[in-house]
Nanobody, 115 residues
């Protein structure tokens, strides 16, 4: 059974940093595309960052230069380092793992950026 568990969310002041973690289990982690999405209240879920099995990364323009996605294949973990956080980054952040027609989501972790 494939499972994704996010952690690391919380309340942070504007300009601050957080690191989100996503622990994967139940499959061969290294074969999967890993992505972080976010969803703010009343808005659609949007892709924030992507990391392929081969190590290529891409980011939404709104987070480029501030967020970094990385994976630790030895420990089946994917991270999202978020720096220079802004109030508009406030959302529930979700980890997603994909390969072919198989897609798995975590339960989400809340990030609130506020003074």
């Amino acid at each position: 059974q494939v499972q994704l568990v996010e952690s690391g969310g919380g309340l942070v002041q504007p300009g601050g940093s957080l690191r989100l973690s996503c622990a994967a289990s139940g499959t061969i982690f290294t074969l999967y595309l890993m992505e972080w999405y976010r969803q703010a209240p009343g808005k659609q879920r949007e892709l924030v960052a992507r990391l392929t099995a081969g190590g290529s990364t891409s980011y939404d323009d709104s987070v480029k230069g501030r967020f970094t996605i990385a994976r630790d294949n030895a420990n089946n973990m994917v991270y999202l380092q978020m720096n220079s956080l802004k109030p508009e980054d406030t959302a529930t952040y979700y980890c997603k793992m994909s390969r072919g027609s198989s897609n798995y989501w975590g339960q989400g972790t809340q990030v609130t950026v506020s003074s």
